[in-house]
Every structure is written in structure tokens, then in C-alpha cells.
T-cell receptor, first 110, second 113 residues
Framework: GQQLNQSPQSMFIQEGEDVSMNCTSS?????WLWYKQDPGEGPVLLIA?????ELTSNGRLTAQFGITRKDSFLNISASIPSDVGIYFC??????????FGKGTRLSVIA | DTEVTQTPKHLVMGMTNKKSLKCEQH?????MYWYKQKAKKPPELMFV???????INESVPSRFSPECPNSSLLNLHLHALQPEDSALYLC????????????FGQGTRLTVV
């Protein structure tokens, strides 16, 4: 089946720092999604990407759909304590439900 | 309204109990999903309903029985579960299976004792 490699697994950063995480795959995809999950809650959709090369922002978050359609990154600028959580990339080839990466656990030190 | 509502939020059940998890959305989405999530793991797909018909069953044991009474509701009936079935159960919906932007409920934290 499809496999996503998401990195890093975890990050500890100082408040105010920028963060970058990425996902790669050996397969080509039509859609990349980025979710954030707080403890005990469901994942919340942050950004959806549908075109190769697409760069989309949502506040302090920026995500890009790689030009090869096999990767995506998510950047968070000027991190704040409420950015703490697990960030998942997810992809779809268009005829199957979402497949999730293993997640990046973000900790922000005030 | 972009909400997917799940009830209950927490559930503790014995191995001989029968219980049901409920999920509701009013976004007009025609695809609904059940995911299971263990601690520190990503969500794992269990079932997909498309236009109220079961389209994908990811080899889930029969002690989990999904039901889609109408386009807005999705249930997961539980019977004779095992302690290892304890997890966060997530419902999600999207406009269609081929339209991937899925919205998740807050989940039901299930503990089997």
C-alpha cells in the first residue's frame, strides 16, 4: 500500500522560532492535506493542496505541494505555545480515502 | 456548518457489553468514514460509506458493525470487544470519496475493560 515518510518524528523548539516539517512518498498524489491534532481531539484540517507547485498560506502556516507531486512541506512561522500538537500529512491519489503520515509531534518551550 | 459531531465523547464498556458510537454531519457530504487511532499513531481507516453504501471495509473484525441510516448519520455498533480495541474512534466526512478534504469529529475515547 501507499506509504508516507513524515519527518521529523518530533521537535522541541523555542517560542518564536520557525518550524518546518515534510512528507515524502514514492508514489504520485493528487492531493496533499495537513492536519493538526490536539490531545484527545480529532484532527483539524489546516491546509489542502491540489496542484503541483501550489504554495498556500493560512495565517502563520505555509504549505507547498512539491513539483514532482511526491512531497509536501509545512512551515510554521513565529511559533507560539498553542502550536503544540501532532501534525499529520495526508494524501490521496484521487480514488482512495486518505492515507496519513506517522505525524510530527511539536513541543514549544516558552 | 463545518462540524462533524460524535457522541459519546468517552465510553467505558465491558467485554460482554453492546454499545454504539454515533456520528452526524450536516454539510451534505456523501462520504463518511470510521477511523481507529491508538496512542501516538496516525488514524487507521476502518470503514468507508459512499452514498450510504458501505464501499470499503479494511478487514475489520465483525465485532465492529457500521451502519449508515441516512446521509447525515453514521453509527458504529460494538459487541464483545477486547481490551486491545481501546482507542480513539474518529468519524470523518467529505464531499465524496474522490474529494479528499475530510473533516473529522472530536472522537470517542473508548476503553474496554
Amino acid at each position: 500500500g501507499q506509504q508516507l515518510n513524515q519527518s521529523p518524528q518530533s521537535m522541541f523548539i523555542q517560542e518564536g522560532e520557525d518550524v518546518s516539517m515534510n512528507c515524502t512518498s514514492s508514489s504520485i498524489f493528487n492531493t496533499w492535506l495537513w492536519y493538526k491534532q490536539d490531545p484527545g481531539e480529532g484532527p483539524v484540517l489546516l491546509i489542502a493542496l491540489y496542484k503541483a507547485g501550489e504554495l498556500t498560506s493560512n495565517g502563520r502556516l505555509t504549505a507547498q505541494f512539491g513539483i514532482t507531486r511526491k512531497d509536501s512541506f509545512l512551515n510554521i512561522s513565529a511559533s507560539i505555545p498553542s502550536d503544540v500538537g501532532i501534525y499529520f500529512c495526508a494524501e490521496s491519489s484521487g480514488n482512495t480515502p486518505l492515507v496519513f503520515g506517522k505525524g510530527t509531534r511539536l513541543s514549544v518551550i516558552a | 456548518d463545518t462540524e462533524v459531531t460524535q457522541t459519546p465523547k468517552h465510553l467505558v464498556m465491558g467485554m460482554t457489553n453492546k454499545k454504539s458510537l454515533k456520528c452526524e454531519q450536516h454539510m451534505g457530504h456523501r462520504a463518511m468514514y470510521w477511523y481507529k487511532q491508538k496512542a501516538k499513531k496516525p488514524p487507521e481507516l476502518m470503514f468507508v460509506y459512499s452514498y450510504e453504501k458501505l464501499s470499503i471495509n479494511e478487514s475489520v473484525p465483525s465485532r465492529f458493525s457500521p451502519e449508515c441510516p441516512n446521509s447525515s448519520l453514521l453509527n458504529l455498533h460494538l459487541h464483545a470487544l477486547q481490551p486491545e480495541d481501546s482507542a480513539l474512534y474518529l468519524c470523518a466526512s467529505s464531499q465524496g470519496v474522490m474529494l479528499a478534504e475530510a473533516f473529522f469529529g472530536q472522537g470517542t475515547r473508548l476503553t474496554v475493560v
